[in-house]
């Protein structure tokens, strides 16, 4: 196994330009109730799981890579850069996953400054759309459901990090990782995303590099990059050029 060498960590906001519905499960079935609920905390606050993100950044690249895997799997090559970021689908190709996609939370101070003059008492988090499928025939709408979404303009606080080690290659695993979550702002996250749903962009991203010797010594990370966004052309570059000088590569 090759010695661990750092980590790059990608900290920043996520920003719902449509309403984002990611599944949970229902405790109780009650008459009007709703249909399809996100998925909530302990305390009934929205939140978007570290799955979530992860798994659907890593199926954007094997999609965009033409990665052909048995039965519709995620790719067990164990040699692709998505299989070294994500780790291998496969216990005979083993590899070390690199990415951490930590649950991003709702930011609920900027969700009141932004949604609290809607309400009088207590705060509600997400809003409900119905929808309904249309009779070919008749021209009539028919088996209505209701969906519940977390409304267009919500924040959550977005975190990751990539770990680095002896003869990787810095510079692609960080192209692809970036990569996939340009790709993710142009598709979408969560379910319906065909109907609308799930559009969601990555804002004030701030990039940290932090190298195995700062875990035994002052345990401090360096900023690389403060409050950019996906659409700065040279944030590869840059960010391949600091980690390797910070690293040793």
Known sequence: MNKFIGRLFIEGDIRLLTGLHIGGSRETVEIGGLDNPVIKTIEGIPYIPGSSLKGKIRCLLERARNINSKEGEPCGCGECEVCLLFGSHNDKT????????????????????????YFDRDIEYTEEKTENIIDRITGTAKYPRTMERVPAGAKFKFSSSIAFYEDDDVEKLVKTFVEGMRM??????????????????????????????????????????????????????????????????
Do not use: W
């Open 184 to 249: 993710l702002e142009d598709d979408y996250l969560g379910g319906s995303g065909t109907r609308g749903y799930g559009h969601i962009k990555f804002e004030n991203l701030s990039f940290y590099v932090k190298p195995y010797e700062s875990y035994y010594k002052d345990n401090q990370r360096k900023e690389i990059r403060k409050s950019v966004a996906l659409t700065d052309k040279d944030i590869v570059e840059v960010l391949v050029k600091e980690l390797k000088e910070v690293l040793k590569k």
């Open 94 to 117: 083993k590899t070390l996953s690199r990415v951490i996609v930590r649950d991003s939370f709702l930011d609920q101070e900027d969700f009141k400054n932004n949604f609290g003059k």
